[in-house]
């Protein structure tokens, strides 16, 4: 079977979501990515978790052509597809439509860093697009909607390993990470993150976060050549 | 057994939103209806769901004429009855106090298309009623429940199957659809949709939703001719 | 065993408020009477809920002195037994510290009633006591706090049976009924209309409630002469 | 094994917060301190909770130096140290990342005592630090957040042992108590005692808390010479 343990791993990662509550019937969706191949692997559209098999996984070219799968891939496929393109470093991408997260991109609001928890996983805010415009609602939709991160994280120099995350505005979050696990280890806390952001700005509307200090030393306790967390 | 399948139908739907946590205690029920014979099956009133079985399904005509049942059909019948009288197009009814939903029906506020997940299932705001006059919670109040829907619903020219619920201004939520798993999926639809939505407003309170544009893309990817949702 | 099935009914009250998730370790006790004999049954203080057996509750009369038990009464014996002597309708008493009920006893806020889910059971606002004054904290508190109850409802000419809970500022509710069966179920209900209220007064601050018209209907569906509700 | 009893202490606090959902993935730990041996039992870093063994433990002196353990310690290690070092009457240490708790430090807001379910734990407001400078980011940041601790309690003359936590602004809790099972328990508290407060103060903004009487009432009848809770 083609990429077989990229399927394994993307199922699991669709599984992960599940079991931490972060979808609700069949909102969400997983990828990942073989870069030397040239390949993606991602869930079909509207099928139900518990039923989900490796072998259901739909592979694609990064272009979106299926190269394999009986099934029609997520209806997502396209933002998928030009995120894989786009970011090179991500390996892996998960979208939800998970309550909080979900009720800031609604709201049309970044999340500031305005903690720890936020700061050991996304170095700053975790930002919302604008919103799409109504010639890309009724154009190539699923593909601006990729446009739509893409040019926020260029246009504001965002390294996309450095926040692996953005709410798309009037829809949900986009997240992604180094592989399928690290992806869905994303997803979840981003969520965490914004029960709590949600909590901190009805206290305290308008709270600018965290010091650049505090994020710096927290981010870099987790990443990179300085890393110090976990054995 | 008269109605057989659509008694199952009626019974997993009433079973279904207690799964989902929809459902403290008895407030809640579900209904479906035969178009060909002019019949409903009810859930009875204030039993146990965990008693429930298809033979203690009420059916009625839609009047609310018992044909056959031993039990006192549920107390909300004359709403369902006169909804499936004036709303043609739909097959089942759910009637649930879920707690976000029926908070904004208290509050008196309509929930406005805030986001993708609303747009998916809901193709507008969905509407809460004028609060019952004291004329009409006096007189035939059960009816008169329904009267609000119909009269929102007409006055406004909603289509029912393109926004499958109303708030009842005070009370709590009428959802429905083509059939009874259809009607529940919604009410859990509609649960998640009123919790985002609360978060929305409370961080941007006056949110006016998402645009006309981003509405019709994510409505019509889920119905009509142009669907493209699912295997 | 004196009293077995009373002891038996308020054990299974305690145990229903905890699968109920009201309450967090041994934060909350359950009582009945047996007005014939002028007794009454309680949950001893501070044991593990798991452990709890018929035999472990206590019983006392009516001033709260042990007729026989092993253990301690809960600590807030002197409020149930006020309330048993100065309420004569109710059969048993149920205190829990439950989320959002004791936020409003927090606030120093009664509940005002919003919707047909509060008007099934509390015909008109769950009140909240004044906070208790210096001395009254200082001296007998723990039978101040039932004074408090009691005077509330005597001042507003309240019938404890039409309002079967109150909310102790600063506190948390004490809540009763008939019989145990029936206080544990209110208290369950009271949760559940507090988490409502929350949200319809966060977003909509100052909402007054609903009509007269409506209050009526919907509680005397469910009590006196001219129910309607169940089989 | 050296310090075998507090090893199962410490894992079992550590477990505990796990079952009472205050801990998502690895954001948490407990230690225990051997007054007597001057030594100190701590979670190691990064570690599953799953697979968590009482061998698995840390011994370190209470300089952090490690005495005991082939894993790395938990990275808040010195945080843990210094607490023991300055607040000689408690026995064990919590950190968690708890939903409400957390978005208080995050806020930057202490919590005032609201209600008795506060008093019965906490002899006042629960205080949050003020935000670590950019120095002690930059510096010896872990030890600098138990500076952050112990300075607000030994400038305001808070004893550890009324008031057993301490937010730490832009990042958590940390919880202590005579022992492991007594600062797991006292975290599971803090944590609902957050949740309370979040929903008074947003129902009434700037709420001052209870009176002192009846702070001292609650919380003497739990503690001290005076206490008359439990068996």
Same mark, same amino acid.
């Given at each position: 079977?083609?990429?077989? $343990? ?19 019937? !069949? ?33 694609? $070219? ?15 496929? $396209? !933002? ?48 919302? !697009?604008?919103?799409?415009? $109504? ?97």
């Amino acid at each position: 079977m083609l990429l077989k $343990d990229l399927r394994t791993a993307v199922l699991e990662a669709n599984l992960e979501i599940v079991r931490r509550g972060l979808v609700l019937y !069949t909102f969400g969706n997983a990828s990942g990515v073989d870069r030397e191949q040239g390949l993606m692997v991602i869930k079909p559209s509207g099928v139900d978790y518990d039923d989900l098999r490796p072998e259901h996984m739909v592979v694609t $070219d990064l272009q979106g052509t299926i190269v394999d799968g009986a099934l029609k891939p997520s209806s997502d496929l $396209d !933002t998928h597809t030009l995120l894989y393109r786009e970011f090179p470093s991500i390996g892996a991408i998960v979208h939800t439509h998970s309550e909080f997260a979900t009720s800031f991109a609604q709201a049309g609001l970044s999340i500031p860093a305005l903690g720890t928890t936020h700061a050991d996983y996304f170095y700053g805010a975790i930002p919302c !697009t604008v919103p799409l415009s $109504d010639e890309a609602c009724g154009g190539r939709y699923v593909h601006e909607t990729g446009v739509a991160i893409v040019q926020h994280f260029q246009n504001n120099a965002i390294d996309p390993l450095a926040v692996p995350a953005c709410l798309v505005a009037g829809h949900a979050p986009f997240v992604w990470g180094k592989d399928a696990h690290d992806a869905a280890h994303n997803a979840v806390v981003l969520e965490a993150v914004a029960k709590m952001a949600y909590k901190t700005l009805t206290l305290v509307p308008g709270h600018p976060g965290v010091s650049q200090a505090l994020l710096d030393r927290h981010y870099f306790r987790k990443h990179g050549a300085t890393a110090t967390y976990g054995q």
